[in-house]
């Protein structure tokens, strides 16, 4: 009896201070909104571009431009105005209140609570829509179902326990919410990194965490605005961004082009403020000069081979298509007597797709570990903070190698003794 009335005033509670929060009394119809407590968030129901769909979404609540940064049905519209968010078994779910015995279009499909009467889904002011039982236990929260848009807080990522990698997807066009065809997600082959993808095709690679940002990604080491967090352990791998001025309202779109771009709201000038991340220049698409290529964008011709290659068809290199890549010259030494390391500065560290990472190595145990094992092709500081350590091998063709003008970092890459001189950077 206790038990009851407890719960039965914890209803009551939520009900009268329920303009962030859905409960099994008391719905959101279209027309209607829930607003986060702190006024920073709003869900409701919206009509994308041109469209006459209905969708349920969250915005930014102060800012004019109805920025969607979450949709929920983004494969099953409302055709009316009929549509109705609310808790049903335990789960947050969207009515076609149109059609008969009110369909259900969507739902968080979570398993059922034996607390299900009381569940309750609420707006927070990160712009996480969260689902909880009655002993206030998360069940489901729209930060692991991620659309297009990464917010501060959130995790992009993969949940090792459960399998869940949340991935950014793109819009199909401005008026379709569906997923599109671009994606942005971790993959966790080798050493994980992030790939953003067409279909199933990579068209730009993030590179590995390297103890102070994702290799591809230079931009994060001199950025005052945002603090990046990493997290790799049997749990969960994962990255996450906060907004060093809680102040600054800021999202990282892919868009349905599949663009990925950072935006800041600026108040003053009542826009978002861009800066592009991704493909910036040719350089950045993926193995735009095959393997054992080398990109720099700030050369003539931006694509050359390694020292001890040679493109791999002279043809298809002087009409300007390197992704054949390149080739050895000359055999390596299997057992390592007769081959070097070249050092390569300021670079992108390759593909670890075939990498590994021994953590407790130095640099020059690297470079041991890597001589005494045939298919090893290059090393590199798995940790470049405090000089630099842990052991990062590839076996393998060196691919999607690129340079930077500033905020790269050295790979050191086998070759056979015989095809560098004197002058090369020799390790």
Not at 296 to 305: I, K, L
Not at 313 to 333: A, E, H, I
Not at 370 to 397: E, P, Q
């Amino acid at each position: 009896m206790f038990q009851s009335l407890c719960l039965a005033a914890l209803i009551f509670f939520r009900v009268c201070n329920s303009a962030d929060t859905v409960t099994p009394i008391q719905s959101v119809r279209d027309g209607e909104t829930l607003v986060s407590a702190g006024k920073k968030f709003s869900l409701g129901f919206f009509s994308p571009g041109n469209s006459k769909n209905r969708y349920v979404g969250i915005w930014y609540n102060k800012i004019p431009d109805q920025a969607v940064v979450w949709t929920a049905n983004r494969e099953n519209p409302v055709g009316n105005s009929l549509g109705i968010l609310t808790i049903k078994g335990g789960n947050l779910v969207l009515l076609d209140g149109g059609r008969n015995n009110n369909i259900t279009l969507w739902s968080t499909n979570v398993s059922s609570s034996t607390m299900e009467s009381y569940s309750s889904a609420t707006l927070t002011d990160s712009g996480n829509l969260v689902l909880t039982d009655g002993h206030q236990r998360i069940l489901w929260e729209s930060f692991d179902h991620p659309t297009n848009t990464l917010l501060p807080g959130m995790k992009l990522g993969l949940n090792r326990r459960t399998g869940l990698n949340r991935i950014l997807t793109s819009w199909k066009s401005v008026d379709d919410p569906a997923p599109g065809e671009f994606s942005l997600g971790l993959d966790p082959v080798g050493v994980p990194q992030y790939f953003l993808r067409k279909g199933s095709d990579p068209i730009w690679r993030s590179g590995p965490w390297n103890g102070q940002r994702l290799s591809g990604v230079p931009l994060m080491n001199r950025d005052a605005v945002f603090t990046h967090t990493y997290v790799a352990n049997d749990d969960e791998i994962y990255l996450m961004y906060h907004g060093n001025n809680t102040s600054i309202n800021s999202r990282l779109v892919l868009d349905d082009p599949g663009l990925l771009r950072r935006l800041m709201w600026n108040d003053k000038d009542g826009r978002w403020n861009q800066a592009g991340l991704g493909i910036n220049d040719r350089c950045d698409r993926y193995a735009n000069c095959g393997a054992y290529g080398s990109c720099d964008s700030n050369r003539a011709v931006e694509c050359e081979c390694l020292k001890g290659f040679e493109p791999k068809t002279n043809s298809d290199w002087n009409l300007t298509d390197w992704s054949g890549g390149c080739v050895r010259k000359r055999l390596l030494d299997c057992n390592g007597k007769g081959d070097r390391f070249l050092r390569l500065t300021n670079v992108k560290v390759p593909d670890t797709s075939r990498s590994r990472v021994e953590p407790g190595l130095s640099l020059e145990g690297c470079k041991e570990e890597c001589l005494m094992n045939c298919s090893c092709t290059g090393y590199a500081s798995a940790d470049i903070r405090d000089g630099g350590h842990g052991c990062l091998t590839w076996d393998g063709d060196l691919m999607d190698l690129r340079v930077y003008s500033d905020g790269g970092q050295d790979v050191y890459t086998r070759v056979a003794a015989s095809d560098l001189g004197e002058r090369d950077s020799l390790f």
